[in-house]
């Protein structure tokens, strides 16, 4: 699968956005997806992750509450609506997709495809 992330821009501490993550092939609806984002001089770190039929999704505390994670499948397009954005949340964001699986939804390295990213900047 090959996907394509979008979305990402300039804004302002407490304003949102909306990343889209666009899926080639004719399986997306088998996948579990994820959301992943990477700071300067940090390491990759999980944002949000939804399984297969999108009936289950995840969220680290530091976003929870203020992020949501959300695919179509008809579509073949991931989702993730953040909202109240703050200096912090500054970073490339990816998408990344992997076989239906039912766990380790947080790990990086559980995941096969990857986007190439889309920078999101929060001024405070």
């Known amino acids: 699968v090959q996907l394509q992330a979008s979305g990402g821009g300039l804004v302002q501490a407490g304003g949102s956005l909306r990343l889209s993550c666009a899926a080639s092939?004719?399986?997306?609806?088998?996948?579990?997806m994820g959301w992943f984002r990477q700071a300067p001089g940090k390491e990759r770190e999980f944002v949000a992750a939804i399984s297969w039929s999108g009936g289950s999704t995840y969220y680290p505390d530091s976003v929870k509450g203020r992020f949501t994670i959300s695919r179509d499948n008809a579509k073949n397009t991931l989702y993730l609506q953040m909202n109240n954005l703050k200096a912090e949340d500054t970073a490339v964001y990816y998408c990344?997709?992997?076989?239906?699986?039912?766990?380790?939804?947080?790990?990086?390295?559980?995941?096969?495809?990857w986007g190439q990213g889309t920078q999101v900047t929060v001024s405070s």
């Open positions: 990344a997709a992997r076989w239906t699986a039912y766990s380790d939804f947080g790990k990086a390295g559980a995941y096969d495809y």
């Open positions: 092939g004719r399986t997306f609806s088998r996948y579990d």
